[in-house]
Nanobody, 124 residues
Framework: QMQLVESGGGLVQPGGSLRVSCAAS????????MSWYRQAPGKERELVAA????????NYADSVKGRFTISRDNAKNTVYLQMNSLKPEDTAVYYC?????????????????WGQGTQVTVSS
């Protein structure tokens, strides 16, 4: 049974850092590109970052470019999002998902049912 479990969220001050993780199971992880999304209260879910199946290349939303880094460990079936220089507008529930490749993710493809997400709150 396919499962995505996000973790690592929390409360952090503006300018701080946080790393969230997504543990995947039930599918061949290293066959898929992976992605991070976020949804703030009252807003639609938006794509934050995507990474190729090998981890060799990544794409980022303009709002997080230079501050966030997506990475993956195929041996652990886990994808990470390192978030630095956090801003209050980064406050959201963060979710991971998968796609056949990064191009399909950028076109809006999501393959799996959404997990519960992990809450990130940036506030002083």
């Amino acid at each position: 049974q396919m499962q995505l479990v996000e973790s690592g969220g929390g409360l952090v001050q503006p300018g701080g850092s946080l790393r969230v993780s997504c543990a995947a199971s039930g599918f061949t992880f290293n066959n898929y590109a992976m992605s991070w999304y976020r949804q703030a209260p009252g807003k639609e879910r938006e794509l934050v970052a995507a990474i190729t199946s090998t981890g060799g290349s990544a794409n980022y939303a303009d709002s997080v470019k230079g501050r966030f880094t997506i990475s993956r460990d195929n041996a652990k079936n886990t994808v990470y999002l390192q978030m630095n220089s956090l801003k209050p507008e980064d406050t959201a529930v963060y979710y991971c998902n998968a796609g056949p490749n990064v191009g399909s993710i950028l076109r809006g493809v999501v393959l799996f049912i959404w997990g519960q997400g992990t809450q990130v709150t940036v506030s002083s």
